[in-house]
Every structure is written in structure tokens, then in C-alpha cells.
């Protein structure tokens, strides 16, 4: 029984592209106790693998995380699937607003220890007593009371690129980083201000809305299936759009255009740009921001010592890497101290 992937990325490309079907790139999460989570892991990976589901998908005791790419045409039989799992039922399903049949080359179902790495005792707080969600209307007016303070829960190359207007962005690299330093910011706020928090699709509000209510926030609010059901609703209730820039989305894609303005800089020269790329010297790997001038100067590297070692014959690639493992702490994302122009 086959519970793996037998394909690389490039044939996967490559069969989807002779395919020539529409893919709908698409993300959920629901937080529920599933008992055996690698019993779990196993049934998803063989019924999507079945279907022609891409993506990567992480799940554990707590619950599910998502990002995923699904065959227009199985759309149905995926989601008649899902509605047969009892706390999957009705999942609200983040529909990209822009599709890319190659957003995901593999399909990756793995057990984690949490969903969200934020390094919460769960067992200190109650996880369900979450804040109130709204939905794009009610966040817009939210936003126009003086006493809200809107809170930015990504990343900061997350937030780089795009963001609410007023909205605190945190120059933070993980999600873990950013519940400390927000309570501590916030701490004069407790008990009057309206604390309104987002993200992409919602997940890292759910659990980040309980803990500040632990922690004596009175008045908690989150952005219902975040900055990707924002835009929709948006867009189909012609609503007035409060977000600037892109929304940064975790698959080959790396973004969408929610609206026309660029507010980030090329992190080489610093003229107008917020195209995410990663270090074409696949021993740095570097996630930074690169204008198409710099991307031909530097042969999409991210340092003058990177195009040294990419110019190399692959063979001697290799060995320069050979035991130097390659881990999320060197594959840091937008800090360099080669990179003059990161804010």
C-alpha cells in the first residue's frame, strides 16, 4: 500500500502540465482530538492520493492544518470526503483567489506534536474559549472604532509585503516569537481597547484569541477565515478593501495581489518590489525580496559569495554541503547580513 510519494517534483510537474486540468489551490484547519494521529495521517494520504490532492498537510492530536491543490473536476468527491469526517463536516474551505496548477508538486501528510509550533502549555488555558470571529463587514468597522488596536499575527516577511492599514506588524520570525511580545506591548490595553487580531487563513488567531482572553484581554476579536476569505468577501460584496499589498501564501506560488499597491523594497538595490524569491544556491536557500534588474546582476542569488558557490559544477555543490545540514535554522527568512535594503 503505497503511503508516500513516488514522484518527484519534477515529474509531478511534469504530468500536470501534459494533464492540462484546472487545479483549485485551497487551505482549512480545524482544531479537534484525534486520538491516533498517524492512523489518521494514513487514511488522508490514501484517499487524496487517490483523488490527485497535492499539498502539505500536518496533523496531530489537536487537530489539522491544510494547504492544499485539488483537481477541479474531483472537487466534489474531495469535499463529499471531508463532509463524512465528523469534525470536518461544513470545514470552512480558504478558496485562493489566484490558482496555479503547480502550487503543490508532492503530496506531504505529516504527524507534528501541534498544528501551529507556539509554544503554548495548552493544558494552562482553555483553547476553546476563543475570541469573536468576524467576518470582512464587521472587521472594516472595527477598524474605524478608536479604540481598536489591530494586531498583524504573520510574520514579518509575511507582513513585509502586505498588510492592513494601522495594523501592528510584529518584526518577528515565527509565530512563537510574536504572542510574547504582543502581550507585553499590549499589556496597557486589557480591559478597554477592542483587540483585533488576523492572518492568512485564520489558524494562528484561533489559538493566539484564547490565549490572550487567558491572559485578561476583555474585548477579543478575530478576522474569520483571515486575509484570504477577507478578499473574497471583498471582492463579492464590494466592500472597501482595508488591506495594502500581497498576502504571502506558503506554496510555490508565495503570494497573491490583493491590491495594486507595493509597499516592500528589493532587498539588494531597494526600488519598489515585493516578488519573494528564494537563493538560487541551494545551500542557502534564503527567502528574500529581489527586483528582476538585481535577479540578472546577482544570477538569483542573494551574495556575491552564493553566485561563487552556484557558478560550481553540481557535483562540487554537493560536496560543499556534505554534512552541513540543512535545517530551518539556516534557512532563515529575509535576514542577511548581505542584504542591505531589509527594513
Not at 34 to 46: C, H, K, Q, S, T
Not at 126 to 135: A, K, M, Q, S
Not at 170 to 190: A, G, N, Q
Request: charged share 30%; with cysteine.
Amino acid at each position: 500500500m503505497q503511503l508516500y510519494n513516488k514522484l518527484s517534483a519534477k515529474e509531478r510537474a511534469a504530468l500536470i502540465e501534459e494533464a492540462g486540468e484546472d487545479r483549485l489551490t485551497l487551505s482549512f484547519y480545524a482544531y479537534a482530538k484525534i486520538g491516533n494521529p498517524e492512523l489518521f495521517r494514513n487514511y488522508l494520504f490514501i484517499a487524496w492520493d487517490q483523488m490527485g490532492v497535492l499539498g502539505r498537510i500536518y496533523v496531530a492530536h489537536e487537530g489539522i492544518n491544510a494547504q492544499l491543490s485539488v483537481p477541479a473536476q474531483n472537487f466534489d468527491t474531495f469535499k463529499k470526503f471531508l463532509d463524512e469526517i465528523y469534525f470536518l463536516e461544513n470545514v470552512r474551505l480558504n478558496i485562493a483567489i489566484e490558482h496555479d496548477a503547480k502550487a503543490f508538486l508532492k503530496l506531504k501528510v505529516k504527524v507534528r506534536k501541534k498544528i501551529v509550533s507556539d509554544g503554548l502549555n495548552d493544558a494552562s488555558f482553555d483553547v476553546t474559549n476563543r475570541g469573536i470571529h468576524v467576518d470582512a463587514e464587521k472587521f472594516n468597522a472595527l477598524l474605524e472604532d478608536p479604540d481598536t488596536v489591530l494586531v498583524d499575527m504573520r510574520n514579518h516577511y509575511e507582513s513585509e509585503i502586505g498588510h492592513f492599514r494601522g495594523a501592528i506588524t510584529p518584526d518577528v520570525d515565527t509565530f512563537r516569537d510574536s504572542l510574547p511580545i504582543i502581550e507585553e506591548d499590549l499589556k496597557d490595553y486589557k480591559e478597554d481597547k477592542n483587540l483585533v487580531m488576523y492572518c492568512t487563513g485564520g489558524i494562528r488567531c484561533e489559538k493566539a484569541s484564547a490565549y490572550y482572553k487567558h491572559k485578561g484581554f476583555k474585548k477579543v476579536f478575530q478576522l474569520e477565515g483571515g486575509i484570504i476569505e477577507y478578499a473574497r468577501q471583498v471582492e463579492k460584496q464590494k466592500l472597501e478593501n482595508k488591506f495594502i499589498g500581497k498576502n504571502f501564501v506558503f506554496d510555490h506560488r508565495r503570494s497573491e495581489r490583493i491590491s495594486e499597491d507595493v509597499i516592500a523594497h528589493c532587498h539588494q538595490c531597494g526600488k519598489p518590489c515585493d516578488t519573494h524569491v528564494n537563493c538560487a544556491n541551494e545551500a542557502c536557500h534564503l527567502l528574500f525580496i529581489q527586483c528582476e534588474d538585481c535577479a540578472m546582476e546577482m544570477n538569483n542569488c542573494c551574495s556575491e559569495d552564493c553566485m561563487k558557490t552556484n557558478s560550481l559544477p553540481y557535483e562540487a555543490q554537493k560536496e560543499l554541503r556534505k554534512g552541513k545540514g540543512n535545517s530551518n535554522k539556516i534557512f532563515k527568512k529575509g535576514r542577511s547580513k548581505f542584504l542591505k535594503y531589509k527594513s
